[in-house]
């Protein structure tokens, strides 16, 4: 699995566009971006996820890069509930795409 | 309702004294994945399933067996619980390689 770095905490102002960045290097033509979150101890909660087309739901936009070795996660406007931890991993979707591997995830934490 | 099940949500148990945690799904989802979850160590992947009676290990397998009789259940087994297996550890499915995964609620195991 390619790996992916986050940096481990942001702070970002209600009501303020949060903008969180994934660094994946090393991914590879078969794996998808996902974008995950967790609240205090519960399980995670899937968000969004994409190819290499920027994608856009009712939670967030995933913006991802042309050489795809980066992706930006994008709440646009954050609410005191979406301080949670903030996991971005990168999966096969063909063979071997039960692996999945979760890093350290970016802590957010949303100020009034 | 779509849901993922595990039970128990919480058990305290022994040293070698043989455990199951079940997890169970309603929503017909091919892929089936185990984590444990420790502080400072992010969400380590166990094993998982991509269908029926094919299993793989994750990053942490040491410890642990599952099986995969039917689509809907995936068990995490125990043989012989030590404290290191002190975890909190989450149950997730998805319907394939190109959709996100639905997890559980979670089971925090205490081994003494």
């Known amino acids: 699995d390619a790996k992916t770095t986050q940096p481990p905490s942001m702070d970002c102002a209600e009501g303020r566009a949060a903008n969180l960045p994934c660094n994946h290097s090393?991914?590879?033509?078969?794996?998808?971006v996902y974008w995950y979150r967790q609240i205090h101890s519960q399980g995670p909660q899937y968000i969004i996820h994409?190819?290499?087309n920027n994608e856009t739901n009712e939670m967030a936009s995933l913006i991802i890069t042309e050489d795809r070795k980066s992706s930006t996660l994008i709440l646009p406007h954050a609410t005191l509930r979406d301080t949670a931890v903030y996991y971005c991993?990168?999966?096969?979707?063909?063979?071997?795409?039960?692996?999945?591997?979760f890093g350290d995830g970016t802590t957010l934490t949303v100020k009034p | 309702e779509a849901q993922v099940t595990q039970n128990p949500r919480y058990l305290i148990t022994v040293t070698g004294k043989k455990l199951t945690v079940t997890c169970s799904q309603n929503?017909?989802?091919?892929?089936m994945s185990w984590y444990r979850q420790d502080p400072g160590l992010g969400l380590r992947q166990i094993y998982y399933?991509?269908?029926?009676?094919?299993?793989d290990k994750g990053d942490v397998p040491e410890g642990y067996k599952v099986s995969r009789k039917e689509k809907r259940n995936f068990p995490l087994i125990l043989e012989s619980p030590s404290p290191n297996q002190t975890s909190l550890y989450f149950c997730?499915?998805?319907?394939?390689?190109?959709?996100?995964?639905?997890f559980g609620s979670g089971t925090r195991l205490t081994v003494v």
């Open positions: 997730a499915t998805s319907p394939s390689g190109s959709r996100g995964y639905t």
């Open positions: 090393t991914i590879s033509g078969n794996e998808y």
């Open positions: 994409g190819l290499k």
């Open positions: 991993i990168v999966r096969f979707f063909n063979t071997n795409a039960g692996k999945s591997t």
């Open positions: 929503m017909n989802h091919e892929y």
């Open positions: 399933s991509m269908n029926v009676e094919v299993t």
